[in-house]
């Protein structure tokens, strides 16, 4: 017995109480630091077209998620690696505010048949991994707003904008009418007004038969426009419905920068610059509150790419997924080119096997070591009862005891270490239970 007894003088029946106290305790650690639920993070990858030709431009989302509710990991370190025909291209950053963030990658001679692998740089562990695919041909579906060219031939006019949101300016480019005499017409808006020389108008009458540009402001969310010539009444008139995205955000060119601007107060907006077959650039835009309830901020010229076919894309929500995200024009291009990314990978599904593999790894493990030591603490029960026994029937042979007492009890020890040894257990599957160990 003397590996059982130490030279502190513990005894084979402290072992047989310690050592199923001990493995409780320690299920009971396990299960409270690892068991229970814990952050699942993962990463989801929007872009644009994954065969364009140039940089690769994208956005990245990370998120946590705990009792089924998904917070942004904001300031969340991370890597985004894209690897392909043998070439890998790595760039790093840090989430924002609300979890994004916006990335680019060099060109490559063969743009097509990548992967990308988003990992955390905290511990190395990978948040979204796949081979996207988003053809150049869905990118160029995007939807788009604005007057149609015979709406333009019709009405003799233009809107540089594409559209217009309310409450800001923009700018109407008109042809003069085909007017007899002097040519001179008048023009009348609905739901918007004139700026003219500094004041606001309904109506304008304009004298000057060469073309002209007018700012309007809208109103209202329904804008239409009424032409005709001064003095007459039988000439055909022109009406047209301006096009006007409710809630839009807008833009002016203040020098080589451009002003954003909100109809409410936000902190921040999401834009993106575009062309009809690529992606470029993007990132978020902190915006002001001014007096008037609108916000604004400031586009720097540095961040506006060189493309002779540029649009921006200008968005409350940083995947673009709303009726207001609008494509501007900034070149000459007749209407919007509404490009929202498209959503190329999505690491939560996988996030989720690995976090139940581990949890079922984790149980399996409490479970074999659980069995062990309650195989040894049957074994030790089962010695302390017979060296129990054997003593016992040692003082009765001195004693001359009478012999039916002489005969060794087995069957009764051995129910009661079954009885202890199915309590233990019992307890460690209750645990497991409540606790959700079994993942």
Same mark, same amino acid.
């Given at each position: 017995?003397? $590996?059982?007894?130490? !030279?502190?003088?513990?005894?084979?029946?402290?072992? *047989?109480?310690?050592?199923?106290?001990?493995? $409780?305790?320690? *299920?009971?650690?396990?299960?409270?630091?690892?068991?229970?639920?814990?952050?699942? &993070?993962?990463?989801?990858?929007?872009?644009?077209?994954?065969?364009?030709?140039?940089?690769?431009?994208? #956005?990245?989302?990370? &998120?946590?998620?705990?009792?089924?509710?998904?917070?942004?990991?904001?300031?969340?370190?991370?890597?985004?690696?894209?690897?392909?025909?043998?070439?890998?291209?790595?760039?790093?950053?840090?989430?924002?505010?609300?979890?994004?963030?916006?990335? %680019?990658?060099? =060109?490559?001679?063969?743009?097509?048949?990548?992967?990308?692998? +988003?990992?955390?740089?905290?511990?190395?562990?990978?948040?979204?991994?796949?081979?996207?695919?988003?053809? &150049?041909?869905?990118?160029?579906?995007?939807?788009?707003?604005?007057?149609?060219? =015979?709406?333009?031939?019709?009405?003799?006019? @233009?809107?540089?904008?594409?559209?217009?949101?309310?409450?800001?300016?923009?700018?109407?480019?008109?042809?003069?009418?085909?007017?007899?005499?002097?040519?001179?017409?008048? =023009?009348?808006?609905?739901?918007? !007004?004139?700026?003219?020389?500094?004041?606001?108008?309904?109506?304008?009458?304009?004298?000057?038969?060469?073309?002209?540009?007018?700012?309007?402001?809208?109103?209202?969310?329904?804008?239409?426009?009424?032409?005709?010539?001064?003095?007459?009444?039988?000439?055909?008139?022109?009406?047209?419905?301006?096009?006007?995205?409710?809630?839009?955000?807008?833009?002016?060119?203040?020098?080589?920068?451009? =002003?954003?601007?909100?109809?409410?107060?936000?902190?921040?907006?999401?834009?993106?610059? +575009?062309?009809?077959? /690529? @992606?470029?650039?993007?990132?978020?835009?902190?915006?002001?509150?001014?007096?008037?309830?609108?916000?604004?901020?400031?586009?720097?010229?540095?961040?506006?790419? !060189?493309?002779?076919?540029?649009?921006?894309? $200008?968005?409350?929500?940083?995947?673009?997924?709303?009726?207001?995200?609008?494509?501007?024009?900034?070149?000459?291009?007749?209407? %919007?080119?509404?490009?929202?990314?498209?959503?190329?990978?999505?690491?939560?599904?996988?996030?989720?096997?690995?976090?139940?593999?581990?949890?079922?790894?984790?149980?399996?493990?409490?479970?074999?070591?659980?069995?062990?030591?309650?195989?040894?603490?049957?074994?030790?029960?089962?010695?302390?009862? @017979? #060296?129990?026994?054997?003593? $016992?029937? /040692?003082?009765?042979?001195?004693?001359?005891?009478?012999?039916?007492?002489?005969?060794?009890?087995?069957?009764?020890?051995?129910?009661? /270490?079954?009885?202890?040894? /199915?309590?233990?257990?019992?307890?460690?599957?209750?645990?497991?239970?409540?606790?959700?160990?079994?993942?």
């Amino acid at each position: 017995m003397g $590996l059982f007894r130490d !030279k502190g003088g513990w005894s084979l029946e402290r072992w *047989v109480l310690t050592i199923p106290a001990l493995g $409780l305790l320690t *299920v009971a650690l396990a299960l409270s630091l690892g068991g229970t639920s814990r952050p699942i &993070v993962s990463a989801q990858v929007y872009g644009g077209p994954t065969d364009a030709s140039g940089p690769w431009s994208g #956005r990245i989302f990370v &998120v946590q998620e705990l009792d089924e509710e998904i917070v942004p990991w904001a300031g969340a370190p991370v890597e985004v690696v894209r690897s392909g025909g043998g070439v890998e291209d790595r760039v790093q950053g840090e989430t924002g505010p609300e979890g994004w963030l916006d990335v %680019t990658l060099p =060109a490559r001679a063969n743009p097509s048949g990548f992967s990308i692998r +988003v990992m955390s740089l905290l511990d190395g562990s990978v948040l979204a991994e796949g081979s996207p695919e988003f053809p &150049v041909e869905r990118w160029a579906t995007a939807p788009r707003r604005g007057l149609s060219p =015979a709406q333009e031939r019709r009405a003799r006019l @233009r809107l540089p904008s594409g559209v217009l949101s309310v409450p800001f300016r923009s700018r109407l480019e008109l042809e003069p009418l085909r007017c007899l005499g002097a040519g001179a017409e008048w =023009a009348r808006l609905s739901g918007a !007004k004139f700026l003219w020389e500094g004041r606001p108008l309904e109506r304008l009458e304009l004298t000057d038969p060469g073309p002209r540009e007018v700012q309007i402001e809208p109103r209202e969310h329904v804008v239409s426009l009424d032409r005709g010539c001064l003095g007459e009444p039988d000439a055909p008139r022109v009406s047209l419905t301006l096009p006007v995205v409710p809630g839009a955000l807008h833009f002016e060119k203040r020098g080589e920068d451009l =002003a954003i601007l909100a109809p409410i107060q936000v902190p921040a907006i999401w834009y993106t610059f +575009v062309t009809e077959s /690529a @992606r470029l650039a993007g990132g978020r835009l902190q915006l002001v509150a001014e007096a008037d309830g609108t916000s604004a901020g400031l586009l720097p010229a540095r961040l506006v790419p !060189k493309e002779p076919d540029l649009y921006l894309v $200008l968005s409350t929500s940083p995947d673009g997924r709303s009726p207001s995200t609008v494509g501007y024009p900034l070149v000459s291009q007749r209407r %919007t080119f509404d490009a929202v990314d498209g959503h190329l990978i999505d690491g939560g599904p996988d996030a989720h096997q690995r976090e139940t593999e581990r949890r079922r790894r984790m149980v399996r493990a409490l479970f074999g070591y659980v069995a062990a030591l309650f195989a040894l603490s049957l074994w030790l029960f089962r010695l302390v009862i @017979r #060296r129990s026994d054997d003593k $016992l029937l /040692a003082d009765l042979r001195r004693g001359e005891a009478p012999a039916g007492l002489l005969s060794r009890p087995r069957a009764r020890p051995s129910v009661v /270490a079954g009885l202890t040894i /199915a309590l233990g257990l019992s307890l460690v599957l209750l645990w497991i239970a409540v606790f959700g160990g079994t993942g």
